[in-house]
Antibody, heavy 122, light 111 residues
Framework: QVQLVESGGGVVQPGGSLRLSCAAS????????MHWVRQAPGKGLEWVAF????????DYADSVKGRFTISKDNSRNTLFLQMNSLRGEDTAVYFC???????????????WGQGTLVTVSS | QSALTQPASVSGSPGQSITVSCTGT?????????VSWYQQHPGKAPKLMIY???NRPSGVSNRFSGSKSGNTASLTISGLQAEDEADYYC???????????FGGGTKLTVL
């Protein structure tokens, strides 16, 4: 079955950097686009970034554009989120999620990890 | 990138039906049939319940249904059960600078 396991969260000072990883198994990782979605404590879901199955196209929310970079290593079945210039408002649980199918299915997230908590605080 | 608008909370008794609305604009909900709904129980990851406005993934109960009219999408849950108590989020493709936008979420309480 599909399994997504995030890691790399922790406490970081404002202005600092962190790299999140998402280890994927149970499906052909190289055939699917992937998303990062975050959820601040007690708040709703916020879409963060998307990467096409082959890494050729990436999209970002305005709130993270220029600071975060999404990437995927299809040889290691791993998704990454490099987060730079972190701010307090980036504090959240970060989920990685798999797209449902190719084409319009990239807008739907059918399998999610359990999330990793990032806390930005001095 | 404004979030889609959902009511903060809805409630219903077991066996009843409830509807959750999700209002966007012509750049997202109103302009495309790429609307989805997610269920999230406390401390858990979200689960895809509806996609393409009204389609259910395999394994999702047919008590869940979706529809859309103009800029507003709706999720209806019929025959409410205690396990339906959760937060529900709508989502849509958006032609704005982002790719996907979520609603603010609706807390469903089963009385």
């Amino acid at each position: 079955q599909v399994q997504l396991v995030e890691s790399g969260g922790g406490v970081v000072q404002p202005g600092g950097s962190l790299r999140l990883s998402c280890a994927a198994s149970g499906f052909t990782f190289s055939s699917y686009g992937m998303h990062w979605v975050r959820q601040a404590p007690g708040k709703g879901l916020e879409w963060v970034a998307f990467i096409r199955y082959d890494g050729s196209n990436k999209d970002y929310a305005d709130s993270v554009k220029g600071r975060f970079t999404i990437s995927k290593d299809n040889s290691r079945n791993t998704l990454f989120l490099q987060m730079n210039s972190l701010r307090g408002e980036d504090t959240a649980v970060y989920f990685c999620a798999k797209t449902y199918y190719y084409g319009s299915g990239i807008y739907y997230l059918d399998n999610w990890g359990q999330g990793t908590l990032v806390t930005v605080s001095s | 990138q404004s979030a889609l608008t959902q009511p903060a909370s809805v409630s219903g008794s077991p066996g009843q039906s409830i509807t959750v609305s999700c209002t966007g604009t012509s750049s997202d909900v109103g302009g495309y049939n790429y609307v989805s709904w997610y269920q999230q129980h406390p401390g858990k990851a979200p689960k895809l319940m509806i996609y393409d406005v009204s389609n259910r993934p395999s394994g999702v109960s047919n008590r869940f249904s979706g529809s859309k009219s103009g800029n507003t999408a709706s999720l209806t849950i019929s025959g409410l059960q205690a396990e339906d108590e959760a937060d529900y989020y709508c989502s849509s493709y958006t032609s704005s600078s982002a790719l996907v936008v979520f609603g603010g979420g609706t807390k469903l309480t089963v009385l």
